[in-house]
Nanobody, 122 residues
Framework: QVQLVESGGGLVQAGGSLRLSCAVS????????MGWYRQAPGKERELVAA???????NYADSVKGRFTFSRDNAKNTVYLQMASLKPEDTAVYYC????????????????WGQGTQVTVSS
C-alpha cells in the first residue's frame, strides 16, 4: 500500500510564502511522475506543477515564476515552494503520484494525498 501525506498549508496574507510537503511511503518500486494539483471552491481540480521521471518540471501559467517544485529522492518527498501568493491561489492542494508498487505493468497506479488547505487573504 502506498500513502501520500501532505503538510504545510495554512493562512497567509497576499504576497506571503508557504511551502507544502508531500511524503510518499509504502510499497514503492518506482515513482514515474509526481504533481501538485489544487481545487478551489466551485472549480475543477487543476494541475499546478508536475515533474516527470525525466526530471522535467511543468508549471501552470498562473504560477510560473512564483511556485517552485522540488524533490528529495532520498526522503521520497516533494515540495511546492509558493511565493508572492495571491488570493486566487486559495484552494485545497493535493499531491499526486504515478507509482509502480512492483515491476509488473499492472502494479502501476495513481495515488492522491488527502489535501491541505491554503488560504490567501487580501
Amino acid at each position: 500500500q502506498v500513502q501520500l501525506v501532505e503538510s504545510g498549508g495554512g493562512l497567509v496574507q497576499a504576497g506571503g510564502s508557504l511551502r507544502l510537503s508531500c511524503a510518499v511511503s509504502g510499497s514503492i518500486f518506482s515513482i514515474n511522475a509526481m504533481g501538485w494539483y489544487r481545487q478551489a471552491p466551485g472549480k475543477e481540480r487543476e494541475l499546478v506543477a508536475a515533474i516527470t521521471g525525466g526530471d522535467i518540471t511543468n508549471y501552470a501559467d498562473s504560477v510560473k515564476g512564483r511556485f517552485t517544485f522540488s524533490r528529495d529522492n532520498a526522503k521520497n518527498t516533494v515540495y511546492l515552494q509558493m511565493a508572492s501568493l495571491k488570493p486566487e491561489d486559495t484552494a485545497v492542494y493535493y499531491c499526486n503520484a504515478d507509482i509502480n508498487s512492483g515491476r509488473a505493468w499492472y502494479t502501476r497506479r495513481d495515488y492522491w494525498g488527502q489535501g491541505t488547505q491554503v488560504t490567501v487573504s487580501s
